[in-house]
């Protein structure tokens, strides 16, 4: 089993900056791929970006270039720092362990920016 808390979400103005943070624990040696997901309301949660354990990263095209993913290994936790924000950018955010055998969801966070 592995266990995801978030953390770092709250409100900002357009144009502004967050970071959040995704602290794993658990069997952590059997997780491949981080993620980030989002999901609006009324809208089907969608991938934002994911880190492979080789540290290749890979992006949504709405977030490329305003979002950029990394990770602490010596602390297990996973950030996403988010520049630029748009209103559209507000949503829940998720983080996702991957391993061979199942995926694990943090609880989310809420990201909101405002006009």
């Known amino acids: 089993q592995v266990q995801l808390v978030e953390s770092g979400g709250g409100q900002v103005h357009a144009g502004g900056s967050l970071r959040i943070s995704c602290a794993a624990s658990?069997?952590?040696?059997?997780?491949?791929?981080m993620a980030w997901y989002r999901q609006a309301p009324g809208k089907q949660r969608e991938l934002v970006a994911d880190i492979l354990s080789s540290g290749g990263t890979r992006y949504a095209d709405s977030v490329k270039g305003r979002f950029t993913i990394s990770r602490d290994n010596a602390k297990n936790t996973v950030y996403l720092q988010m520049n630029s924000l748009k209103p559209e950018d507000t949503a829940v955010y998720y983080c996702?362990?991957?391993?061979?055998?199942?995926?694990?969801w943090g609880q989310g966070t809420q990201v909101t920016v405002s006009a």
């Open positions: 996702n362990a991957r391993t061979l055998v199942r995926s694990f």
């Open positions: 658990g069997n952590i040696f059997t997780i491949y791929t």
